[in-house]
């Protein structure tokens, strides 16, 4: 299943990023009519879901807010569980049938997507956001063909014709690195790399405004994790993509994002410029998360490790949800939800550790 | 330090199925050459990792280690006798005793109707291990408590959806160390755990080789894990060894293109700078088949140094000083890498 050998190439230089106002412009399907043009790409606010179980609602994402403005490309880290999926999941209310938004609002062009109707929500997905989901191969259906399966977005939710919608699927494939002799294939004959990579052309296919990456590399190999990685970096460059990248591998993000968002047991512990929080982490969690990460760019040093384990969240602590695994507790933490401390620096932190509410920047 | 296993001209071959027509051709049928042809020596105490992508062979190596899989030709010695051809026989619960595994999935491993203490005590059961219940009942007690699991009182009596995603593979390393073993072949223990929990399990297996004089022979795709934990570094591709060496030295220095491409593209957690991300060198294409491994070098297909030498004939192992040798026409003795 090998694939013919090009020149084996060194990276080369990357084309200079698109400005919000030319990814705008490039847009080939209108807006929603409801669509504000004003209003900031995506808003998330206060965003709680839960989930039912037998005893009791289970608090997988409570109280998170962030934006995502066009071209940028926002990681979402953090361990299992911490909700960092169904975050994104619940942007498009893809989640399953025992989860509930309980309350917050997610508004994509200044339109809620909370207060729609199943119904009215399948306008957006997909046409406006689209998810390339972790394993390519339960993704995709084993028994059609990888080109039809991507001219069918385009031909159902854009009402395409289906020789239009084919010839869609095959530049898609092209862009994203297929070779044309592989347009026939089914998913089986494709080895990981190539599905990953059609899977990819397949959120593409109706030109969605976000890109929702949910562990997109995390199976691959290491030199085919940074072909995934590099192709995703020439697509937000060329066509302006707007990508939420979910994954637990912070190297991921530090390579391939503008601003990370840490989560916790269901909340925000630290949002910023990856430049920033990568370098100089303010929360604890986020501190002790970096050091746990070997880094063979730096010294070989022993890794740290957090004690204990995320706290249940069917019944999650008051106060600070890090709080009983934090090395720098303080009484109030275990009572009081810590306010977020914002910094100059587009940085902020839920963590008692800042008390007032504007900090400046750290030295 | 003295060489407690050496693998010798090792190879492993899989026929692969032909269909009716190819038979009725007359095609020769095809072989995936595995492990195809590896020399290694792992010392008694040192943690060697064993790095490559999927399809290179290094999970088939451990395989063959432990007895799961028997190699097609080649020997193995362990400890300074030859346990090549042990199929049936009583040396092979000995060698078994000696050497124990630990897979990726630990709920692949321990059975969700089994006690951990149950699950613990099965080698010894198996192995005639002990004189009776009480010893038994020390050993198993003892073995969760080195793996972590304190008091084990309160883990023993548990069955694994009891237990958390690293307390699980806790206990399937409390299983591996219950029959004291000396060699311990890990493939991908902490890929299925968190950063956090993760850190943990690395420090625990340090621990122990320090407390019970283990050696581990560490499978992973991770290079950066094998910085982390190993003395030695082997890097495989499509079956051979490309280079082996200590750790600092594979990544600080690596004298074969494929190890520094893979060096070079190591996702790290530090935001690139500017400029820095020109530096990486991405492969293009994927591994070849290993049913159809390329002439001469088997990476020159997608070397970015590759010559006219390397199209023809296949490098050995050259040592190029300080313990460390590539499988690399460009590797010469001395100072300096391969790019």
Known sequence: MSEPMGEPAIEPALTPPLTPGQIRGRRQWPLPKQADPAAPLLQVRN??????????????????????????????????????????????????TNGRIRGGSVELFGIDLVAKSDLALQRYRWREISIIFQGAMNALNPVIQVRRQIAEPIRYRLGQSEAASQKRAEELLDLVGIPSRRLGAYPHELSGGMRQRAMIAMALACDPAIVIGDEPTTALDAMVQAQILQLLEQLRRELGLSLILITHDLSVVAETCDRVLVMYAGRVAEEGPVARVFTEPRHPYTRKLLGAFPNIRSDRRTLETIPGEPPNLLNPPPGCRFAPRCPQVMPVCTEVVPPEAVFADGVRVACHLYETPVHETPA | MTELLRLTGLEVHFPVRGSVLDALRRRPRRVVR???????AIERGEVLALVGESGSG????????????????????????????????RRLRDYRRR????????????DPKQTIHDFVGEPLEVNHVGSGAVERETMIMGSLEAAGLRPAADFAFRYPHELSGGQRQRAVIAGALVLNPQLVVADEPVSMLDVSIRTELLRLMLDLRRERDLTYLFITHDLSLAWVIADRIAVMYLGKIMELGPAEQIISAPRHPYTA????????????AAGERAKRTILV????????????????????????????????????????????????PGPGTAR
Do not use: M, N
Not at chain 1, 52 to 65: E, H, P, Q, R, Y
């Open chain 2, 285 to 332: 294409g994927e591994t070849p088949d290993a049913a159809a491994i390329p002439p001469g070098c088997r990476f020159h297909t997608r070397c970015p140094l590759v010559f006219d030498r390397c199209r023809t004939d296949e490098p050995p192992l050259i040592d190029v000083g300080a313990g460390q040798s590539a499988a690399c026409w460009l590797a010469e």
């Open chain 1, 47 to 96: 965003l709680q879901t839960y989930f039912k179980l037998g005893s009791g609602w289970v608090k997988a994402v409570d109280d998170v807010s962030f934006g995502l403005t066009d071209g940028e490309a926002l990681g979402l880290v953090g361990e299992s569980g911490c909700g960092k999926t169904t975050t994104a999941l619940s942007l498009v209310r893809l989640l399953p």
């Open chain 2, 58 to 89: 290094k999970t088939t190596t451990g395989r063959v280690i432990v007895k799961l899989t028997s190699q097609t030709t080649g020997s193995i010695v362990f400890d300074g006798q030859d346990v090549s051809r042990l199929w049936g026989t």
């Open chain 2, 34 to 40: 595995a492990v195809d042809g590896i020399d290694l």
């Open chain 2, 99 to 110: 050497v124990q595994c630990i897979f990726q999935d630990p709920y692949e491993t321990l």
């Open chain 2, 261 to 272: 491409a893979l060096v070079s593209v190591a996702p790290s957690p530090e935001p690139p």
